[in-house]
């Protein structure tokens, strides 16, 4: 799972998305997104 932070209307957001590790032909490692979430916010957020 991968955050991306970003500022929109002088307030900070957050959005994740679920990504895979892909070894390119060139030995490199690239993420491909698998899923995208959008912006999961302090209500939508279960925490165990």
């Known amino acids: 799972m991968r955050s991306t932070n ?6 900070d957001h957050r959005y994740f ?3 895979e590790n892909r070894r390119l032909f060139s030995g490199k490692t690239a ?10 916010n302090d209500q939508q957020a279960v925490i165990p």
């Open 17 to 19: 998305s679920v990504v």
């Open 31 to 40: 993420q491909r997104t698998v899923l995208y979430l959008g912006e999961i």
């Open 6 to 11: 970003r500022k929109k209307d002088g307030k």
